[in-house]
């Protein structure tokens, strides 16, 4: 077989696979339960269908601008878990099953209230306050509507720079939203 012909053959057989990947990051919809979110849930899921920000996670708690809430899909490249710093380790990441990816992003809000941060794919989201890790206030179930694989919610408040810290994640990239309730 010649070396064009063996492109074929891996085009040919290696695209299906490829786009069965990406597919796995768009959950099977259910409209009834698509057309019964609430508006800000529809904002995110609209949001994550949309183009992402690139932004590389840090490997530690560094100088960083903080990032605000906004309804806009971020493209956060992760980097091996062994780099990173972890604050607080996930159940999953303390198993050491494979490679997994983590990071860290900076960010504050502009007022005391109710945040969501919306993940496209299985990654850990903590919330550090300092060291502490900030109790999640609402968890929705896995969404069954475009891309969002998890919505977590967390009582923040204006003044306070938190981290955002990703682990456990079995993808080098994660498509995330940051929002306010």
């Known amino acids: 077989m010649r070396v064009g012909g063996a ?19 768009q959950h099977q919809s259910d409209p009834v339960e698509c057309a019964q979110l609430p508006s800000e849930l529809k904002a995110v899921v609209a949001a994550m269908d ?7 996670a840090l490997a530690g708690r560094s100088d ?3 990032l605000a809430p906004a309804a806009q899909r971020l493209d956060v490249t992760l980097q091996p878990s062994e780099r990173v ?3 607080a380790t996930s159940k999953t990441e303390k198993k050491g099953e494979g490679q997994t990816f983590a990071g860290l992003l900076a960010f504050s809000v502009p007022q005391d209230g109710n945040y969501r941060v919306s993940a496209d794919s299985t990654v850990w989201i903590d919330v550090l306050d300092g060291d502490r890790v900030v109790e999640r206030t609402k968890l929705d179930r896995r969404m069954q509507c475009g891309h969002v694989h998890k919505s977590l919610g967390f009582t923040l408040k204006t003044g306070v720079n938190y981290w ?10 994660v498509h995330l939203i ?3 309730e």
Do not use: D, N, R, W
């Not at 949309?50 to 590389?56: E, I, N, R, S, Y």
């Open 178 to 180: 940051i929002t306010s």
């Open 85 to 87: 710093s972890l604050a």
């Open 64 to 66: 960083m601008t903080p």
């Open 164 to 173: 955002l810290q990703l682990s456990s994640s079995k993808v080098p990239e």
């Open 50 to 56: 949309g183009p992402g920000k690139k932004l590389p």
């Open 7 to 25: 492109c074929l053959v891996v085009v040919m057989f290696g695209m299906p696979g490829l786009a069965f990947a990406q597919e796995q990051h």
